[in-house]
């Protein structure tokens, strides 16, 4: 059978399980779950079960309001809850809505809260606390990147944020301390699964509006997840403790998590084999190639709807020419990146959406999509060539700009850097620099629009191919390659807008085509997520849209 079989079922099989590494590339080894016995001796008990492992980025904020990546959310994820969570089986479960009605017209969510839900300060959590949040983060004056992930979807929502409605027009409304009633703009099918996203977390109404600067310190963060902040060393260390107050504080196993804040992956793993951390990711991907090579125990090969690929700035000549970009796409050889480089069972880029989304009939949606993005070296040189005569350049004028590729610092991202340049210089005769910083100055300067191309990934919010579609709709925040054709956002609307799947899911494939037929951006491969995690760690569990969830993980001693 076919690598990309056995792909998809590893992705569909850590939906599927409770416990975490059931994922398997069709070349890895067996890989025992993190339950398997083992001859490694467990630390000497501490009186207290904390989990430590390492966050690789600084966050920019742990405000759910303002967060807006992996390195914020692995935080927020333990120390907030929505109405909704994904449960061990990766489903929509009950979070602090303990129930819900939808209206016949599947515009109307009613949620009634659970009873007795505490903030980690004590305060009720109330339905108040989730307008509040709600309405918050698209306060235009906020200027939240994720705001749109809550204005797109609920009625009103769009016009205050744009400054042409009203706050009293969005449909977001508190009944009483329990009951939150939300109205729709259109039928969502992934609403639900939205209510469990980051930007949808509650927060204090009494705490946020005391103090703007609630979020930037342990000792005025406020949480109601099942973890909360009690130590933040910038650039060095998160701490969180248990929440008593969680309501479901007696299957919380764990007396707290501490985060390292280290961005050197080879560091990190020395510091795992010294024993220093319990569960580590990333990990260097020579490491992954070997632990799959020995069949490691200790490898986890997570799954993962993701996509990495590398913006082009739309606004900086030649990059502005469709042909040139799609030349620098087809010079790329993905397989060998994937194969080679990445080399943990990571896909080479077929689009921007990755296997495991599923279409208007169950089926998978890249199968009528297929491979839009080929390996061709003549095509690409031939179209690169053809791009630079229309901007009235030459190889020789590309090569004396001084063109730069922006990553953030990570050894796996530079070693992708790396052939990317090199496949680059002698696939096309170009030269490329390389220029490593911060994960956050990164995406400060992708905002800003300082940089030719730049290092990117995209792990979805939701199960849904929306969730990429609409990343470069003209007006979304998180369009840093300044992608803008009116066709794409007529079909991202029109896919929006219906309640027909066929009408949503044939939008949304013919957007895809006209992204990668325009390609301004160059994704590179489809996610997988390898990890480390020790035998005497467990109950550790996978959500495709997220990092590992500690929630109920154990020690075992």
């Known amino acids: ?24 590339p069709a070349d890895a080894p067996e890989v025992a779950t993190p339950d398997a016995p083992t001859d490694e001796p467990a630390p000497e008990p501490t009186g207290e079960k904390i989990l430590r492992a390492n966050n690789a980025s600084e966050p920019g904020s742990l405000d759910p309001a303002l967060a807006q990546g992996t ?28 129930d819900y009605k939808i209206s016949d017209d599947f515009l109307t969510y009613t949620f ?48 205050y944020l744009s400054g042409e409605g009203s706050l009293d027009d969005v449909a977001i409304k508190a009944l009483d301390d329990k009951t939150l009633e939300v109205t729709l703009e259109a ?58 107050n969680y309501y479901d504080a007696d299957k919380v ?38 632990m799959k090579d ?80 080929p390996y061709d070296l003549d095509l690409a040189k031939n179209l690169f060539e053809e791009g630079l005569a229309e901007e009235g350049m030459t190889i020789d004028d590309f090569n004396s ?5 922006l990553y953030n610092t990570q050894e796996s991202h530079k070693k992708i850097a790396q052939a990317a ?45 929306m969730t990429f579609i609409d990343l470069w709709y003209s007006k979304s925040s998180f369009n840093d390659a300044n992608y803008n054709n009116p066709k794409y956002d007529e079909l991202v609307l029109k896919a929006k807008s219906t309640a027909d799947q066929k009408v949503r899911f044939e939008a949304m494939r013919e957007a895809e085509n006209i992204l990668m037929d325009e390609m301004p951006i160059v994704p590179v491969y489809f996610y997988t997520q390898p990890y480390a995690q020790k035998p005497y760690v467990t109950g550790v569990y996978k959500p495709l849209v997220n990092y590992p969830r500690l929630t109920y993980a154990d020690i075992n001693k």
Not at 196 to 203: E, I
Not at 260 to 287: C, S
């Open 1 to 24: 059978m076919s690598k990309k079989f056995f792909v998809l079922m590893s992705i569909l099989l850590v939906a599927a399980m409770v416990f975490t590494g059931c994922s398997k």
């Open 71 to 98: 390195h914020e959310s692995w935080v927020l994820d333990h120390s907030f809850e929505g109405l909704m969570k994904l449960d061990q089986e990766g489903h929509v479960a009950s979070g602090m809505a303990e």
């Open 112 to 159: 009634t809260l659970r009873d007795g839900i505490k903030w980690s300060n004590g305060d009720p959590v109330t339905a108040e606390d989730f307008e509040f949040a709600w309405k918050r983060a698209i306060d235009p004056e906020l200027a939240a990147d994720y705001a749109f992930q809550i204005a797109d979807y609920v009625k009103g929502g769009n016009a």
């Open 187 to 244: 039928p969502t099918a992934y609403f639900l699964e939205l209510t469990a996203f980051y930007t949808y977390y509650p927060v204090n109404k009494n705490v946020v509006e005391a103090n703007p600067d609630w979020a930037k310190s342990a000792d005025t963060h406020v949480s109601n997840g099942p973890f909360y902040l009690t130590e933040w060393e910038h650039d060095a260390s998160l701490k969180m403790r248990k929440n008593d």
């Open 253 to 290: 196993h764990l007396d707290g998590i501490d985060l390292t804040i280290i961005d050197d992956e080879n560091t990190t793993w020395q510091a795992y084999e010294g024993g220093e951390y319990d569960l580590l990711l990333p990990i260097p991907q020579a490491v992954v190639a070997k």
């Open 294 to 373: 020995e069949g490691n125990p200790e490898l986890v090969l997570g799954g993962e709807v993701g996509t990495y690929y590398f913006n082009l700035n739309n606004d900086v000549k030649p990059f502005n020419n469709a042909k040139v970009r799609k030349g620098l796409s087809y010079a790329l050889d993905k397989a060998t990146i994937t194969d080679k480089i990445a080399q943990g069972g990571q896909m080479p880029a077929e689009g921007v959406v990755p296997f495991g989304m599923f279409d208007e009939d169950g089926k998978e949606y890249r199968d009528k999509v297929g491979n839009l993005i």
């Open 401 to 405: 700009k001084g063109f730069v590729l």
């Open 421 to 465: 340049q090199e496949m680059w210089r002698t696939n096309l005769g170009i030269e490329i620099g390389l220029e490593n910083v911060d994960f956050q100055v990164k995406l400060d300067r992708e905002k800003a629009g300082d940089y030719d191309i730049s290092r990117a990934g995209w792990i979805g919010d939701y199960m849904d191919p």
